[in-house]
């Protein structure tokens, strides 16, 4: 069976920047809105010296919004730079446990 979505309902993801050292990611990080999220994060990583990268109000996550994660990651040690996931929520951490990933976004810094 599908599922219709109400389309009045869009998902949005919003990259921020809430103090120097932290990149902060709220919102859905779905299908529909990861690569938006991996293009204005990456450009955040480029700018800037972030050691942060703050999920606490992602709202809502799926397999691409894991991939946007792990790919913000890997930016970040391409760049030699450190990148803490910090407060990922529940169906992300679970989602890479199941990917055997959580070791990248489940560490407390």
Do not use: W, Y
């Not at 993801?13 to 299908?31: E, K, Q």
């Not at 199941?98 to 070791?103: L, N, T």
């Amino acid at each position: 069976m599908r599922m219709h979505r109400d389309p009045a309902v869009a998902e949005t993801v919003r990259c921020s920047n809430p103090d120097a050292d932290t990149l902060a990611i709220s919102g859905a990080l779905t299908f529909a809105t990861a690569a938006r999220a991996l293009h204005e994060g990456s450009r955040a990583l480029t700018h800037g010296a972030c050691s942060r990268l703050d999920l606490k109000d992602i709202t809502r996550a799926d397999s691409a919004g894991l991939a946007c994660v792990l790919a913000l990651l890997a930016q970040a040690s391409r760049n030699k730079q450190r990148l803490d996931v910090i407060d990922p929520p529940e169906g992300l951490r679970a989602l890479a446990e199941v990917c055997d990933a959580d070791g990248l976004i489940c560490h407390h810094p």
